[in-house]
């Protein structure tokens, strides 16, 4: 039937390319005929409170620094340090002296002091931690101001 490996080759050539046109063609038009799925928001999670203007002003003034990274001591006493952690976003308050309990509550009047509700401490995102000495067995809840969930 063919006279010669040329002819042969030749007419392979072409039903490959056929071949290939046509698959591209049929995934081009499933894709295209496919439903679109709709877009799903998450739900579940909760909207993260926010500062008032005035306590953000607030904060911006505690904070307020030309440095892009590390940490800003915002007290430092005999009783307690509060360093913020610039990158974080976060303030950690080392409790020095025994009982932990009125330290924490001393620092958490300190801030609400400053302006801010009780409510907003949590918002602030304060960390207490201290000692085994001061207080051995620490618990989640003892770490974050009061009435503020983990």
Same mark, same amino acid.
């Given at each position: ?56 002003? %607030?904060? #911006? &003034?505690? $904070? ?13 006493? +005999? !009783?307690? /340090? ?29 801030? %609400?002091? #400053? &302006?801010? $509700? ?13 000692? +085994? !000495?001061? /207080? ?15």
């Amino acid at each position: 039937m063919f006279k010669n490996s040329k002819n042969l080759f030749l007419i392979v050539k072409i039903v490959a390319v056929f071949i290939i046109i046509s698959l591209g063609i049929g995934l081009f038009v499933r894709l295209k005929l496919q439903p679109q799925q709709p877009k799903v928001q998450t739900v579940g999670q909760a909207e993260r409170p926010v500062l008032r203007e005035e306590a953000q002003k %607030i904060k #911006k &003034g505690m $904070t307020a620094t030309d440095k892009k990274i590390g940490d800003l001591t915002i007290l430092d006493n +005999k !009783t307690a /340090k509060i360093t913020y952690l610039i990158s974080n976003d976060q303030f950690i308050v080392e409790i020095k002296e025994a009982p932990f309990e009125d330290g924490k509550k001393q620092i958490e009047s300190w801030f %609400i002091n #400053k &302006g801010f $509700t009780q409510g907003e401490l949590c918002v602030l995102r304060i960390s207490f931690g201290t000692s +085994k !000495t001061i /207080k051995p067995n620490l618990t989640s809840s003892e770490i974050l101001p009061l009435g503020c969930s983990n």
